[in-house]
C-alpha cells in the first residue's frame, strides 16, 4: 500500500511543475486515478506521456505497493479547454 500523496510526490519529482489530483479508487491504498497537469507533456503523444508518468512510479509498482494507476495526462493549455 502506498499513501496518495506518496504518489503524487513521486510524480512531482519527476515533473515538479505538475499539477497532480490522486484519487483512491478502491480504498485499498493501491488503485489510484491521477490526473496530471504538467509542461513537461508538450509535444508527446498520449503513449509518452503516460509513460513518462508511469516512469516517476516504477519502483512502487514494482515492489506491489501500487498495483493499478490510470491516467488522465493533460498539457496546461488542453487543461485549460477541460476547465
Do not use: C, R
Not at 5 to 26: F, G, H, R
Not at 34 to 43: D, Y
Request: glycine content about 4%.
Amino acid at each position: 500500500m502506498i499513501p496518495a500523496d506518496q504518489v503524487e510526490q513521486l510524480i512531482k519529482s519527476k515533473m515538479p511543475d505538475a499539477k497532480v489530483i490522486v484519487q483512491d479508487l478502491t480504498g485499498t491504498q493501491d488503485h489510484y486515478q491521477a490526473t496530471i497537469v504538467s509542461t513537461s507533456f508538450e509535444g508527446l503523444n498520449l503513449i509518452k506521456q503516460h509513460q513518462l508518468v508511469y516512469g516517476s512510479v516504477n519502483a512502487a509498482m514494482a515492489s506491489g505497493d501500487l498495483h493499478a494507476l490510470t491516467l488522465k495526462t493533460f498539457t496546461p493549455d488542453e487543461w485549460a479547454q477541460q476547465t
